[in-house]
């Protein structure tokens, strides 16, 4: 007894030495335990277990821990370890698609989830797992060309991940990851890629040196650029210098000519420029063209003469001197706007040539004496042989005169009726409210209770709760809830809102809008004078809602009232992968001038295309279509697009002083979470585009160590790891400033779909002060799969003084927000998977009446109270704790202190507006 004790006990921990069928040479190590001996009292070790057969027959599987069987009739047949495994795949050789042999082995990782399926399933399963490996992928290189396997190897991984998961699931194996260890190639294609890789570093020498050589041609042609502009101004300034002693001297003679015998003085000096210009017409040309009284010089001189006599009459009887008005200027030889011009008063030559001049525009014509004559709206005033004239802004003119006829529109706004011109000022975010459920999985449990690994969601996905909603909530009532808050908060009276935009993805009527639904809130204040409608787009909604809303407010639509934007979704996914990145929530936004979070007017950049990553083709259904890799693919590639298009706007309108636009300008960086390692990778996505974008002399101090990456293509590194860990260590100290303030609602509530962005911009607000947040620059990047995205930015206001402040007002309305996440009722990930399969069961049923609690609903939330037979939804508010309480909101505690209407309450005023 003692003997078989301690052989069973040796045994358990002796090395095998397992061959893989087909290749005798090649042996793999594995620690497995022997089949122990049936001892009634058995003890499994941890992650093992072992397959029980009694009489032959499949009886059970032993758990860890002490067990006990039945002697003679049970046996241990199979021991499966638990733990994961790592089994080496032998060198293979296959062909590329350019037809190029190579070698290749790596290292599989696997675990046996399934001990009954392992045993049973499969005769030898690592035999089996490693045959399916080599197989895959000689498959897999076989579609892609030698290049691609280096710069895709993680994908090519994944895609033999993936093979051997989809034909293992009956073995009860699954495939953690599979890496590819070693890759060689024969020496004739070495000796090739070494000559591309000498010949591409000669093609960058030739580039640097051509552009060393273009360099130096620049320097000299802006040196000769700037010694032409140097001399033009000396000429322009001595042009100038002559004409105003020509204008001083002529302001002299204009003086002496109203005195007694000046008018015979001009008379003489007349009649002598009169023969100084016929002498010098004879003396560079044989052809001249002389009047038929060249001889009557007296005649001419007496046509000026009396031709003055005459409009200095007129502006005698008309009460105006012959000299220029005091304060006068003397006309100036430059263009500016037109819309400054008055009328003006001018002295004239008695030449060939007169021109007319509005301040600052002047146009010249030719004329004779006889079309000279008084303009009705301008005042002329003629000297003799005179060629400077003087100009002076009319007093008291209508502004309309000024712009030649034309008024300049003042828009109203909120503080003042009479207040700015154009557009209204500071157009913007005035109040912002977050809705978000009250019920939320822990991402931890989820972790377990689908049977992933640990860290999976957590780390992987950065998400460390979920919110859900139950079948007592959808997007009507959602957006119900955010807008009631938002108006109760502010206590802006619906009669003030002018424009009502909705952005949405989650539909639940085809035609029907949620827009409609929340005009019912407005019954009561007789408003239904409300432009907007439902915009709706995979997660971009919201933003091309707000858009609207601003380019309304600086319109000539506008009537001087306030917009507001709401934005909802409720996502969810099928069991499986995607489930964990779902979330709900609604936010409502009032849009307004003066505001504190301004949008930067004219500085967006979008990138809109057509793509199938994500979409939503079963209407009878709420879950979605995804192509996982595709999608983040073309979030990746819009956020290029729309970065480079932003900063070249950014860039075209900033001061010439500043430096070029990149992360180093702006103080937050916001993106849409699909989750949360996303926006981190997508930071860093940002800094290797100004790495690219640095000149070539200043990446060695800008990015030391980086400088591998320079040659890096955008296009071709959407999946390169080495790229992505680079910039990702490059840029941490950025994301934990800049943008992870902004993951909190993402990363306790989840993916909210549209107003994703928008919590990420409450999140921000809620983390940082007052006096921090004051004079921001905020870069926001909206993304819709589709798809559609836009990047755009918001300056805070400097106007920070003071508890009254409109940034003050936000910034309390949101400091609360971390804490009354905590107050949500956390759900075990059973009743959530129930939730989830009841809402997939009742969606679009008709009648219905929801079975979900409606006592774990937040005070004062919206609910879906009924569907009746005709699909028509009838909703109800839950109650507030205490009665004829003031309403308060998920995300403040503090009534925020009145916003004014922006028009006047009386009819008489508003008709003068």
């Known amino acids: 007894m003692f003997a078989a004790s301690l052989t069973r006990l040796v045994g358990q921990h002796s090395r095998n030495i397992l061959r893989i069928r087909g290749k005798p040479s090649v042996t793999t190590t594995r620690w497995r335990s022997n089949l122990p001996l049936n001892t009634v009292v058995l003890f499994v070790p941890q992650q093992e277990a072992w397959v029980v057969e009694r009489m032959g027959k499949f009886h059970t599987v032993l758990e860890p821990g002490i067990n006990v069987l039945i002697p003679l009739l049970d046996r241990v047949k199979y021991v499966q370890s638990l733990k994961e495994i790592a089994i080496d795949v032998p060198k293979q050789g296959a062909i590329t698609a350019d037809n190029v042999s190579l070698n290749i082995d790596g290292v599989l990782y696997l675990r046996i989830n399934n001990p009954y399926l392992a045993s049973y399933g499969v005769e030898d399963p690592e035999f089996a797992i490693t045959q399916l490996a080599q197989t895959t992928m000689r498959s897999e290189l076989g579609k892609i060309s030698l290049d691609k396997v280096f710069r895709e190897r993680e994908s090519l991984n994944m895609l033999i991940v993936d093979a051997i998961n989809k034909a293992s699931e009956a073995w009860g194996i699954t495939c953690l990851r599979y890496e590819i260890r070693d890759i060689r190639l024969p020496q004739r294609v070495q000796d090739a ?51 105003q002693g020509q204008a001083e001297g002529l302001t002299v003679l204009s003086e002496a000519l ?47 003469v009396t031709m003055y006599r005459t409009l200095a009459n007129n502006f005698q009887a008309s009460g105006t001197t012959t000299g220029p008005p005091a304060g006068s200027h003397p006309v100036r030889l430059r263009s500016s706007d037109s819309r400054q011009s008055s009328s003006a008063w001018h002295c004239l030559a008695a030449g060939f040539t007169f021109i007319t001049a509005p301040r600052y525009l002047y146009r010249t014509f030719s004329l004779t004496y006889s079309q000279l004559r008084i303009q009705q709206n301008r005042r002329w005033a003629l000297f003799p042989v005179l060629h400077i004239m003087y100009c002076y802004e009319l007093k008291g003119l209508p502004r309309a005169a000024a712009v030649g006829g034309r008024s300049e529109v003042v828009m109203p706004s909120y503080k003042s009726q009479s207040e700015g011109s154009g557009w209204p000022q500071d157009v913007g975010i005035l109040a912002i409210e977050v809705y978000f459920p009250s019920q939320y999985v822990d991402q931890a449990e989820l972790e377990i209770f689908d049977g992933v690994s640990q860290g999976k969601y957590t780390v992987g996905l950065g998400q460390s709760k979920m919110g859900f909603c139950s079948d007592r909530e959808d997007i009507n009532s959602l957006c119900l809830t955010a807008l009631a808050r938002l108006m109760e908060r502010t206590c802006v009276g619906y009669e003030n809102i002018g424009r009502l935009e909705v952005g949405t993805e989650t539909i639940i009527d085809k035609s029907k809008s949620v827009k409609s639904v929340l005009m019912q809130l407005f019954e009561d204040s007789g408003n239904t004078d409300v432009e907007g409608i439902d915009t709706t787009n995979a997660c971009y909604g919201g933003t ?18 306030y917009a507001v934007v709401v934005a909802g979704d409720i996502a969810v996914y099928a069991r499986g992968p995607a489930r964990p990145t779902g979330g709900a929530g609604a936010v409502a936004m009032l849009i307004g001038p003066h505001a504190p979070l301004i949008l930067e007017r004219g500085l967006r950049g979008s990138h809109m295309c057509h793509v199938y990553d994500f979409y939503k083709p079963d209407l009878t259904s709420e879950y979605p279509t995804v192509d996982g890799k595709l999608s983040i693919q073309c979030y990746l590639s819009a956020l290029d697009s729309c970065y480079a298009t932003y900063s070249r706007k950014a860039n075209a309108t900033k001061d010439a002083s500043l430096p070029t636009m990149s992360l180093d300008q702006l103080d937050a960086v916001i993106f849409h979470s699909p989750f949360c390692k996303l926006v981190q990778k997508s930071l860093a996505r940002l800094a290797f ?37 680079a910039f990702m260590s490059q840029s941490e100290a950025a994301f934990r400033v800049k943008t992870k303030p902004s993951l909190l609602l993402a990363s306790q509530v989840g993916n909210m779909y549209t107003p994703s962005v ?97 006592e774990l609903l937040f005070p004062g939330t919206w609910y879906l109270n009924h569907v009746d037979e005709m699909h028509r939804r009838s909703y109800t508010r839950h109650p507030y704790t205490t009665p004829g309480t003031a309403a308060t909101s998920t995300t403040s505690a503090t009534i925020v202190k009145d916003i004014p209407s922006p028009l006047p309450s009386d009819r008489q005023a508003r008709e003068q507006l």
């Open 193 to 243: 890629m070494q000559m591309q890789v000498e010949a591409e570093r000669k093609k960058r020498a030739a580039i640097l040196e051509s552009e060393g050589v273009r360099e130096a041609e620049i320097n000299i042609a802006e040196g000769k650029k700037k010694s032409r502009i140097l001399a033009s101004e000396a000429v322009k300034i001595e042009q100038i210098n002559n004409a």
């Open 258 to 304: 109203t005195h007694q015998q000046g008018l015979n003085a001009a008379s003489l000096a007349a009649a002598q420029s009169y023969i100084v210009a016929f002498q010098k017409l004879s003396e560079k040309s044989n052809t001249l063209i002389l009047p038929s009284n060249v001889a009557d010089v007296s005649g001419v001189v007496g046509s000026a």
């Open 544 to 561: 091309a809602a707000l858009i609207n809303a601003v380019n309304w407010i600086e319109s000539s639509s506008w009537d001087g009232r």
């Open 689 to 725: 585009n100004d790495f690219l974008a640095t000149p070539t002399d200043q990446v060695i101090n800008r990015y030391p160590g980086l400088e591998v990456f320079r040659e890096k293509k955008l296009e071709d590194t959407y999946f390169d790891r080495d790229v992505e860990k």
């Open 758 to 854: 928008f919590g990420g911009l409450a999140s921000h607000i809620s983390c940082n002060t007052t006096e921090s947040l004051a004079g921001q620059r905020v870069a926001l990047f909206s993304y819709g799969s589709g798809l559609a995205a836009t990047m755009f930015s918001l300056r805070v206001t400097r106007d920070s003084q003071g508890p009254d402040s409109t940034l003050a007002r936000l910034v309390n309305s949101l400091v609360d927000l971390p804490t009354l996440l905590e107050t949500r009722t956390k759900v075990d990930p059973q009743v959530f998977a129930q939730t989830m399969q009841l809402r997939e069961e009742t969606h679009h049923k008709a009648p219905y009446t929801p079975k979900g609690s409606v």
